[in-house]
């Protein structure tokens, strides 16, 4: 960094560190405390979590609820992408409205939808009991596979708009080339668009990853009282338990967590874009 242009950047590092670093700090402070008045340091809280069985497994329960989520974006996300990029730009532009729509509702409404969808009653078990499918009432709400479908559906723009920006800077030649030389559409989209791919992709799977494990109101509304995640537990340990301590202790170790699982996807796009 030249030095000239130092001063531009203080006001932005003063505000990371008052509003990010100094609460950070505090809560680190809070979780090796005994209690909220700071009265002593002691790593009990997190002995405690390691040592209990329910904690660790909830932990676990959130990482594997992010990982099904991001994969369902992807599997989906893609596809869309890929899509809007060989589109005309009216069509592009329906797409990515379409896809974005979710973000311009509050989450509260649109959790709200999606549990008036997935109930007993809802929009998709009266096709499913309609169209025959099954004689009993699906149950969605308040499973697993509702969170994963409504994390899926309101997390999408987060995997589709980096992946969509990757896929229109590819040089089209390259894929003109492919089928020139023989190979199918499907082939050029295996052996060559999907490669080029990889930067948008690891990038969506971050977002989206880290927003689907801490989405506290949509894990809460549609997951119930019976799925418990991390953000959750947390919330029950602060306000419900009012264990302040203990609650900074299970952040801190949420938020390695989620760290750890990030800096694996840059490592694997790090090392692909080193075999590429």
Same mark, same amino acid.
């Given at each position: ?77 893609? /596809?869309?992408?890929?899509? &809007? %990029? @060989? ?8 797409? #990515? $409205?379409? !896809?974005? +729509? =979710? ?68 040089? /089209?030649?390259?894929?003109? &080339? %492919? @089928? ?8 050029? #989209? $295996?052996? !060559?668009? +999907? =490669? ?73 796009? &790090? ?6």
């Amino acid at each position: 960094m030249r030095r000239d242009g130092l001063p531009l950047a203080l006001p932005l590092a003063a505000l990371f560190a008052v509003a990010f670093v100094a609460p950070l700090c505090v809560l680190i402070a809070m979780s090796l405390s005994s209690d909220a008045g700071f009265a002593s340091f002691t790593a009990q809280n997190y002995v405690k979590f390691f040592t209990d069985r329910f904690n660790y497994s909830i932990l676990v329960d959130t990482l594997l609820l992010g990982v099904k989520a991001t994969a369902l974006c992807l599997l989906f996300g893609f /596809p869309i992408a890929w899509v &809007a %990029s @060989r589109s005309s730009p009216r069509v592009q532009s329906i797409l #990515l $409205f379409i !896809v974005v +729509l =979710p973000i311009m509702t509050s989450v509260v409404v649109r959790t709200f939808a999606w549990i008036v969808i997935l109930g007993r009653q809802g929009l998709l078990n009266q096709i499913v009991t309609g169209l025959g499918l099954s004689q009993e009432p699906l149950r969605l709400l308040y499973s697993e596979a509702g969170v994963v479908l409504v994390l899926a559906q309101v997390q999408m723009p987060l995997m589709v708009l980096p992946i969509l920006t990757v896929i229109s800077r590819i040089d /089209p030649n390259l894929s003109d &080339a %492919s @089928r020139a030389l023989g190979s199918s559409e499907w082939r050029t #989209l $295996f052996k !060559v668009t +999907l =490669p080029l791919s990889m930067p948008g992709i690891i990038a969506g799977c971050i977002l989206t990853y880290a927003a689907c494990v801490t989405a506290f109101v949509t894990q809460t509304l549609i997951g119930g009282a019976r799925l418990v995640y991390m953000p959750l537990h947390i919330y029950q340990q602060a306000v419900g338990a009012n264990n302040w301590s203990f609650a900074a202790a299970i952040s801190v170790i949420f938020m390695v967590a989620v760290l750890g699982v990030v800096a694996l996807l840059n490592l694997l796009a &790090a090392r692909m874009q080193r075999h590429a």
